[in-house]
């Protein structure tokens, strides 16, 4: 795979076979905070959840409405939604890496926990990214 800078796919490419950074960067996104709802639900059920995001606080459905409307939004090409979604991913960065540790003490430390935290924050990292990809012009052409 050749990388160059460009804004147009190359001529006589199939949109079938072209698939674009927004397309990738919403479905690395659902993934992440898929497995974000799927650990919080988790740690409701086994009864080690931070008690200010469980799965009956308003943070915690307002969170992942707006990342999932995020997701979506990666999706469009207009200049004003990436630069929505890439602020939108670096502040969820700096909350994963700042602020989350401060909260996943010892009965959050499970074999899950780790996993969750680990995955969830490479797959923001890749999202972002692939924004920033995006926001640059870049198009990886198949050789």
């Given at each position: 795979?050749?990388?160059?800078?460009?804004t147009a796919a190359p001529s006589g490419t199939s949109s079938a076979r072209t698939t674009t950074y927004g397309r990738q960067m919403s479905g690395v996104m659902l993934a992440?905070?898929?497995?974000?709802?799927?650990?919080?639900?988790?740690?409701?059920?086994?009864?080690?959840?931070?008690?200010t995001f469980t799965v009956t606080t308003p943070l915690a459905w307002g969170f992942y409405a707006v990342a999932f409307a995020m997701s979506a939004l990666a999706r469009r090409p207009g200049r004003a939604a990436q630069a929505t979604v890439l602020a939108f991913l670096a502040s969820t960065l700096l909350i994963a890496v700042f602020y989350y540790p401060t909260t996943f003490g010892p009965e959050q430390q499970t074999v899950f926990g780790w996993f969750e935290n680990d995955v969830y924050v490479g797959l923001l990292v890749v999202a972002t990214y692939l924004g920033v990809q995006r926001w640059r012009g870049t198009v990886i052409r198949p050789s």
């Open positions: 795979m050749t990388t160059t800078q460009s992440a905070f898929a497995l974000s709802v799927v650990h919080t639900v988790y740690a409701a059920v086994a009864g080690i959840e931070d008690p």
